[in-house]
């Protein structure tokens, strides 16, 4: 968690991890508004379970940045795929922010 209680900004970075009940705790505790969720599907959560955190252990965060995709091949989660799962969750009233639009259209920085 990072919080910056000045500008009334808490943000969860979930790092490498996969999807576990305990975000609820996370989220009940901190209310994070912005949520850093890895979609990679190798080292962390796939887009179906970043999806499934969401809608079932992070109500909260108003905004959504997937994290850990397409810097290496066996990363194969896309935001695209992300969004779509979202929707398939039911999960509704996120902005889900795409870090490629920050990097001119690549996820790679070099």
């Known amino acids: 968690m990072i919080t910056i209680p000045d500008h009334n ?9 996969n999807v576990f009940s305990d975000m609820k705790l996370i989220d009940e505790l901190y209310k ?3 949520a850093l969720l890895p979609i990679g599907d190798c080292l962390g959560m796939g887009p179906r379970e970043a999806a499934y955190a969401v809608k079932n252990f992070l ?3 108003e905004k959504i940045i997937p994290m850990h995709f397409n810097s290496f ?9 992300f969004e779509k799962q979202c929707k ?6 996120k902005q889900i922010i795409h870090p ?4 001119g259209g690549q996820a790679i920085v070099e």
Request: no cysteine.
């Open 32 to 34: 994070p508004n912005i």
């Open 88 to 93: 398939e969750w039911g999960v509704t009233g």
């Open 9 to 17: 900004i808490a943000i969860y970075h979930a790092g490498d991890t």
């Open 59 to 61: 109500p909260t965060p």
């Open 73 to 81: 091949p066996v990363l194969t989660g896309t935001p695209e795929e």
């Open 100 to 103: 490629k639009e920050f990097f």
